[in-house]
């Protein structure tokens, strides 16, 4: 069965940076596009990256272009996401999940998600 289990959240201060790891199984990783999601307390579940199935094309919510990368290691059937300067708005469990269609900034476009790691940003 397919199974994505995230990993790498925690607590960090403003500024710092945090690597999360998606561990993928179940399914041919390389064949599908990936995504993560976030979701704060009382909002709802939001786009933050995307990437192809080759890893040759990318896409970032306006809210952390430039802060955030995301990458995979197909041969690992890893996802990974770097977040560098970290801000309190940032605060969210984070989700990986996988696409199932060429669209990919709704949660309608994703098909199968892990169970989130938290990521906490103190001031």
């Known amino acids: 069965q397919v199974q994505l289990v995230e990993s790498g959240g925690g607590l960090v201060q403003t500024g710092g940076s945090l690597r999360l790891s998606c561990a993928a199984s179940?399914?041919?990783?390389?064949?599908?596009?990936m995504g993560w999601f976030r979701q704060a307390p009382g909002k709802e579940r939001e786009f933050v990256a995307f990437?192809?199935?080759?890893?040759?094309?990318?896409d970032y919510a306006d809210s952390v272009k430039g802060r955030f990368t995301i990458s995979r290691d197909n041969a690992k059937n890893t996802l990974f996401l770097q977040m560098n300067s970290l801000k309190p708005e940032d605060t969210a469990v984070y989700y990986c999940?996988?696409?199932?269609?060429?669209?990919?900034?709704?949660?309608?476009?994703?098909?199968?998600w892990g169970q989130g790691t938290q990521v906490t940003v103190s001031s």
């Open positions: 179940g399914f041919t990783f390389s064949n599908y596009n």
């Open positions: 999940a996988r696409g199932w269609n060429v669209r990919w900034k709704t949660k309608y476009d994703y098909d199968y």
């Open positions: 990437i192809s199935r080759s890893g040759g094309s990318t």
